[in-house]
Each structure stands twice: as structure tokens, then as C-alpha cells.
């Protein structure tokens, strides 16, 4: 892994984190320590569960995971789970045939479980998962090391790196948004009226967020509320905690609403502009950060001000916004969110107080609300970008000017509004590419520049009613 000493800390910690051979050793020995061992054959023993998913987050949000009887937890917590490399990539194949991250010749990797994220699936009681954490083989010249597409390994060690430098911790809520879709459930709605909040909108829905509700807080989510937003789109909110947390919850609550979907014959996508005219599916990101129990973005006055460290980490985010794009907004459907007009999604790197025009929205509440992530994003990508985005800040104090305005510090920002454009801002972001790992950017990189070639060599049915009759 390489990186650049213009990264500063948030680029060093990294580095030290990636460049730890005992990582695999260290995970091992605490899972074998005896009181762990015991504590979750009980749990298994308990619950029934017969047979367990080892998951992990791949790179593009989705999940991987193999099935194994629970009586093996053991053997498991040892020696972990092979998977070919490229799992942690989709297994996405290029327009030229290569598998990205690797390739056929790629060595497998080796997952560890958490065993405290042991949860019971409740719509099937024998069935458990437990995420993992991916590892060069130890065998490897090398090995033994954090892989840097695990995503989530990678912002859990640079959160309590991040913590411990620093002294503070990010919470975050989400705020993730999705379609439903059903033969057997119309949604009518006046032209020039939005169907939001209407209560027999959510009386339709009620199969739906029943079952969700109901699975997310037996799987530990702390649902706090919910409501009907557009044509189809419901949007069901837990309450805010530790970021590594929300983002957990985020990969738990995708496969919550999938579950639901074949059991209540919806279609259910995180797709984020599924339609023109109406909402795009969004995933605003609520932050804090917290010295202790103190919330130090509130300076506890009635109107709504933050304080000098919020504004410079306000500042961070600003200044990177359009270089993180790519990861907030991850695909090409993501951009059709901004284009449409009138439809509560951001277009531009500013913020303001109380208001859902701009980037970032300072609620009443204590809370920098970023509101450019869609629903399809990464979560652990994302809060990783957002992190050493708001270090920056803090690290340099930037001023992000006055709310509605542009400080010199920060300049006036272009936001991308194309996933190519985004690519280029990626590549064009010097801090984040020096201080993000090397492996990361250049695998993340040709995911999407293939996703972009992919799309842009498509002819599509609007090109057909454009042109085909058009000459003469």
C-alpha cells in the first residue's frame, strides 16, 4: 500500500493500521479467549440457530456471506472463511473480461468473525449471521494484515484511530429512503399535490412497515419513526448512535426489507431515481460529533448557530464534497437525482441553517445533516470519506463562510452531476487520493470507470425517439 505524507494524520493512521502483520493474530487470539468461546456457544445453544451466514460488506454495499452449521462456530472463530478476493468487489467482471480486483489469479482472503455481532434472523429462527473481518492469509509474505476493501474493518480502525487522536466521535443517523412497488397497491395522487404523510398512504404501506419495524428491532434497531413520502417510497428512521453502528444497521436494515419483499410480493429498491418526476431515494447522513457526552456542534444557543469546530468540519466536507461524490452518489442513476428539479435533492457544495436547499443542513437539534448520499451508497464508504473530510477541517480550521455564502478558504466548488465527471473529480481530490489506501482508490476507480463505459456505450429507448425519425 502506498500512500502520500500530504494525507497528514488521517492518512498516517491508515497507513499504521494497514501496515499492522498482527492484525490477523490479535482478532484470533480474542476470539479464542475461553469466556468468548463460551458465551457464543450459549447464544447458539439458546437460540436454536442451526446454521449461521459469515457475511462482510462488499466495496459496491452489497453483502457476501457463505453458510455454515452453527456446531463449527468454533473451528470458525479460529480459522475464519475463505473467500476469492474479488468477493469483496462484487465478483464484477469488466467489458474486457477481467475479474476487477484481481483477477482469476487472485489469492483467497481470510474472514474472521465479530462474535458479538451474532444476531438471530427472526423470520427464521435457525438461521444466525455474524459479520467478518477480511485478512491476507497469515501464511502470505505480508499476510496477516487488514485488507483495504473491507470497507467496514477500515472505518471501524480509523474511527478509534480518529477517536483517539482527537478525543471525539462521530454519531450518525440515516436516513435511508426506498421504493416499493406492488400490482396489488395504487398509489393516486393529484398532479400538482405530493401524496407525503397522507395517512392512507401509510395505511397501504402497513403490510410493509409492519414486518420491517417488527424484524429491525428484533435484530436490535431502535425504530423511532416513519412516513410516506412519494409514489411507492417509504422511508423508516432508527435512532442515531456510533457511526460504525448506523452503518451496520444500514447493511441489516437492506436485508430486513428485502425479506419482507418476498414475503409481501413488493418489489423493494434502493434504487436511487427510480422515476423522473417524482423524489429520488436518498440517504441523508444526520452527524455529531461528541467529547464525551458533550455534543460539540450546538453552542447552546436558541437560534441556530454551531460552533467554531463545526464550522471547520463543515468547512472539510464542503471543500471534498466533489471529490467524495463518487462515493456519496456511487452509480450512474445516482446523478438523475440532482437534475430533476424541485425535488428536495441538493445540486450544489453549500450549506445553511434549517433549510433542504443545500449540501448541508444545520438542524435545530445539533446535527450537520449531508444530504447528498443516495440510497444505493456504501455506508462505511461513505462515513470513511466523511470522516477524513472532517478532520481535514478540524486538522487546518477551513472556513466554510457564512451560511448561503463561499469563503475563500473553501472556493467556489463544481459538484459533479455525472458519474463521469464525478470519476474525474475523484482523481482530482489530492488529499483524499494521497490519503485514502492505494488498493481502495485504484479498485474503487476501475469499478466505476468500467460502470460508466458500460452505460455510455448503451443505446437507449429515448435515443430511439430522439433520433430515429429526426433526419430528414
Not at 453549500?350 to 445539533?366: E, K, Q
Request: glycine share 8%; with cysteine.
Amino acid at each position: 500500500m502506498s500512500h502520500s505524507n500530504s494525507g497528514g494524520a488521517f492518512a498516517t493512521a491508515l497507513r499504521e493500521i494497514l501496515d499492522d502483520d498482527q492484525a490477523f493474530a490479535r482478532h484470533q487470539q480474542a476470539n479464542l479467549r475461553p469466556e468468548v468461546v463460551s458465551a457464543l456457544g450459549e447464544k447458539i445453544r439458546t437460540s436454536g440457530v442451526k446454521y449461521i451466514y459469515y457475511m462482510l460488506p462488499t466495496l459496491g454495499g452489497r453483502t457476501v456471506a457463505k453458510v455454515v452449521p452453527a456446531e463449527h462456530y468454533e473451528r470458525i472463530l479460529k480459522k475464519g472463511i475463505a473467500f476469492h478476493r474479488t468477493a469483496l468487489t462484487d465478483l464484477q467482471t469488466s467489458r474486457e473480461g477481467e475479474l476487477i480486483g484481481g483477477g482469476v489469479a487472485a489469492h483467497e482472503f481470510w474472514a474472521l468473525p465479530n462474535p458479538e455481532t451474532f444476531t438471530q434472523l427472526p423470520w427464521d429462527p435457525e438461521v444466525g449471521r455474524m459479520f467478518c473481518i477480511a485478512y491476507d492469509p497469515p501464511q502470505l509474505k505480508d499476510g496477516g494484515r487488514l485488507i483495504p476493501l473491507d470497507t467496514r474493518a477500515l472505518f471501524i480502525a480509523a474511527h478509534r484511530s480518529f477517536t483517539e487522536r482527537t478525543g471525539l466521535e462521530l454519531r450518525s443517523g440515516l436516513e435511508p429512503e426506498m421504493t416499493w412497488v406492488s400490482p396489488d397497491v395504487q398509489i393516486i395522487s393529484k398532479e400538482d399535490q405530493s401524496p407525503a404523510y397522507q395517512v392512507e398512504n401509510l395505511e397501504k404501506m402497513r403490510p410493509v412497515y409492519k414486518k420491517v419495524i417488527s424484524y429491525a428491532q428484533a435484530m436490535g434497531l431502535n425504530m423511532i419513526q416513519g412516513d410516506y413520502e412519494d409514489d411507492g417510497q417509504v422511508e423508516l428512521n432508527w435512532e442515531y448512535d456510533r457511526a460504525e453502528l448506523s452503518a451496520e444497521r444500514m447493511t441489516t436494515y437492506r436485508q430486513i426489507c428485502k425479506q419482507v419483499a418476498r414475503e409481501t410480493g413488493f418489489q423493494a429498491s434502493f434504487m436511487p431515481k427510480p422515476y423522473n418526476g417524482k423524489m429520488g431515494n436518498g440517504c441523508h447522513h444526520n452527524m455529531s460529533l461528541w467529547r464525551g457526552e458533550d455534543n460539540i456542534i450546538e453552542d447552546g444557543r436558541v437560534e441556530l448557530h454551531v460552533t467554531e469546530a463545526a464550522k471547520h468540519a463543515i468547512g472539510g466536507m464542503l471543500k471534498h464534497t466533489p471529490g467524495s461524490m463518487l462515493v456519496m452518489a456511487s452509480t450512474v442513476n445516482s446523478y438523475k437525482r440532482f437534475w430533476d428539479a424541485g425535488q428536495f435533492a441538493p445540486s450544489g457544495a453549500d450549506w445553511g441553517l434549517d433549510t433542504r436547499g443545500v449540501a448541508i443542513r444545520i438542524s435545530a437539534n445539533g446535527r450537520m445533516e449531508y444530504r447528498l448520499p443516495d440510497a444505493s451508497v456504501n455506508p462505511y464508504l461513505s462515513h470513511l470519506y466523511l470522516l477524513a473530510a472532517i478532520e481535514h477541517g478540524l486538522e487546518t480550521q477551513l472556513d466554510p463562510g457564512e451560511p448561503g455564502q463561499v469563503s475563500a478558504e473553501v472556493g467556489e466548488i463544481s459538484v459533479p452531476n455525472t458519474l463521469g465527471s464525478a470519476i474525474e473529480a475523484f482523481e482530482a481530490d489530492s488529499y483524499l487520493m494521497n490519503t485514502m489506501p492505494s488498493e481502495l482508490t485504484e479498485v474503487y476507480l476501475k469499478l466505476k470507470r468500467d460502470e460508466w463505459a458500460r452505460y455510455c456505450g448503451q443505446i437507449t429507448e429515448w435515443e430511439f425517439r430522439q433520433y430515429w425519425e429526426a433526419i430528414p
